[in-house]
């Protein structure tokens, strides 16, 4: 199995260009269910890419607010990439027994000025990280529960006014930072209003 399979910023590349970039990297770590793969102390300079598992990100303050949630195939660390700062911004804890391949800021650099196109890519996925960022703080700012629920429902509806919603009511409630309870009675405020 190549190591890279999936990983974002080797789209576009050709399968001898995949093969060289494959044999630049070390054996990908395993970490156990429930242990810590990334803390704010503890932490390399590294892209984090997720060959198998799941992960969760939480905010390294006491509210242990969900952040974000890494599948097979998705990738973590790019704030922890080409800055000076020596503290990472959360904490990243396997859901399941999970495999990560690092490449490290040196191995992205080097893959850069070799192949281009893999800069672009990795351009493109913190565009979406910066839009992913503002949405969240957008909730944050928001004035009620109330307003924060409707903000996020505004901003998960598609085209057609169809919500795609986290799986449960519980990883919605963690989502928003807002207790299930809260959660609940805000959506029944909206409803009762129209909204």
């Known amino acids: 199995m190549k190591f890279t399979d999936g990983l974002f910023i080797f789209e576009g590349l050709t399968t001898n260009e995949i093969k060289e970039i494959n044999t630049l990297f070390d054996t990908p770590k395993k970490f156990k269910k429930g242990e810590i793969i ?7 300079k590294s892209l984090g890419y997720i060959m198998d598992g799941k992960a969760t990100a939480v905010c390294d303050n006491s509210s242990g607010l969900f952040m974000n949630s890494f599948e097979k195939g998705s990738c973590f660390g790019a704030a922890a990439l080409f800055n000076s700062g020596n ?3 959360s904490t990243i804890v396997a859901d399941t027994d999970t495999t990560v391949l690092f490449i ?8 850069f000025v070799a192949f281009p196109q893999t800069a672009i890519n990795y351009i493109n996925f913190l ?34 006014g169809l919500t ?4 449960n009511m ?7 930072g807002i207790g299930r309870a809260t959660l609940y009675r805000c959506l029944d405020n909206l409803e009762n209003k129209g909204l």
């Open 104 to 111: 490290t800021e040196e191995q992205l650099k080097g893959i």
């Open 38 to 44: 990334y803390c704010v102390e503890n932490f390399q």
């Open 87 to 89: 503290r990472y911004v």
């Open 170 to 176: 519980t990883l919605l409630s963690k989502t928003l």
């Open 127 to 160: 565009s979406e990280k910066v839009l992913f960022l503002n949405r969240k703080l957008g909730l944050i700012s928001c004035s009620s529960s109330d307003d924060t629920v409707l903000k996020y429902l505004t901003s998960v509806a598609d085209k057609d």
């Open 164 to 167: 795609k919603l986290p799986k």
